[in-house]
């Protein structure tokens, strides 16, 4: 049995108690300073150096666990299980206007927990677990590596060969789920958490009741009651995201919200829909929505909502808020965090959870421009002659800026109009013009509508709902079909 550095070790059992454990071919245990009790251990693990590791009673091994994400008050909870997303967990917690399919899918996750009890824990093959201090009611896939915790209590790791979880040193986890690919390591701390695929959370990292998605990213800061949709990032010290929903999202030094008015408690919670990035000592005041794309800089002490003005700068200027909509259009900073993306997925697991849309322009974005526009021209008319300035949701948009928003909105439009006829008529041959018009006459209705953003998933409204009266119905009445649902291919739609 080699480790990494080359040395063979020599497979068998050597100063270990073992008590009611199963014990596979090619396994080596040596150095366990308590016991090991109630675990099956399958083949050509390596366990060395460790303090106790025990199944103490029933236990799901995290699975059903509430965790408060966005509402510390757990208004808006979401139980984990093995293979949960961000479009299952988006749905559990942001459309409770649709109670009856909210609550048939927590049942079907009650289901789900209740077959993985048991009163036996699992190590999974080719694993390996050195030097760690107590590991109770923990349940490890194939593959996987754990160095130096100090604590893991009550979880799963659902590791496997083709893409292992790596847990390093220092790391205490209560209550968790660890999907296939990520790492956890340099002292983190967490609770109540569940962490997806080719997630990285390490030096010094802290987070509770919070949801982490495919390819996130977390470093020296703290996250309480967030949903980090697919590629949040946050790497930097005195870093806090707090009762916040966010994805494709870069969080600059020192960022910070609230979701305190402090007669009522942390009640309240924000929105920062995809690619929108904070800078540093940014402040947001929750309850606020930003939308699609924005850049927030400075500190801003009122409730706003930018969500109908995507792609914009959201400026403090003597305590006072500043819309440049649309601006973001024209950087290339925009274009490259759209390519750098897919190029930074990690995840090597062929079975991937999350379905991701990495598209910059596309009929959620585009809608939004639409809104933006029209929104620009009712402020301009509305004001009856051209104003230095106009007023909006606790912001003020400057005149030249509103006009420029208004140019860039409609080239944005533009653009991706022309690539949508384009694509449609490409590697195709017309004999007429009748057949030409023929190719560009819609063949699906569902994506005529309303198009939301399901925490990385792009999907017309319609679909959505036929999937929740799908489960109100019975007509889907498991997890798995959900999340085939999920993936299910929709590019003629799109």
Known sequence: FPDDSGVKMKSGISNVHLHNCTVGADVTINNLGDYI?????????????????????????????????????????????????????????????????????????????????????????????????????????????????ISLCEGTVNSCSEDPVFIGPGVIMEHFIVCSGSIVTESTLIDKCFIGQGCVLGKHYSAENSLFFANCGGYHGEACSIFAGPYTVTHHKSTLLIAGIFSFMNAGSGSNQSNHMYKLGPIHQGIMERGSK?????????????????????????NMDTSSLPFSYLIESNDESILVPAINLRSVGTIRDAQKWPQRDRRKDPDKIDQVNFNLLSPYTIRKMFEGRDLLRRLRSISGTVSSSYAYNNMRINGPSLEKGIDLYQTGINKFLGNSIIKRLEKTEFASDEELRERLVAVETAGKGEWVDLAGLIAPQVEVDRLLDDIESGKVNELETVS???????????
């Open 37 to 149: 009790a109630n675990y099956i251990i399958e083949d050509e693990v390596f366990i060395r150096n460790c303090g106790k590791i025990f199944t103490e009673g029933n236990t799901s091994f995290g699975n059903g666990t509430e965790v408060a994400v966005l509402n510390e008050t757990g208004g808006r909870s979401v139980k984990i299980w093995d293979r949960l997303s961000a479009h299952q967990a988006y749905i559990i917690a942001l459309y409770r206007h649709r109670s009856k399919a909210v609550s048939l899918l927590e049942g079907m996750i009650d289901d789900y927990t209740r077959k993985v009890s048991s009163s036996m824990g699992r190590i999974g093959k080719g694993s390996k677990i050195t030097d760690c201090r107590n590991i109770k009611n923990v349940r490890l896939g194939p593959c996987t590596r754990i160095e130096g915790s």
């Open 278 to 302: 904070t800078t540093s000592d940014s402040y947001l005041l929750w309850p606020a929505r930003i939308g699609p794309f924005t850049l927030v800089m400075g500190r801003h002490y009122k």
């Open 484 to 494: 085939e649902a999920f993936r299910t291919d929709r590019k003629s739609v799109v």
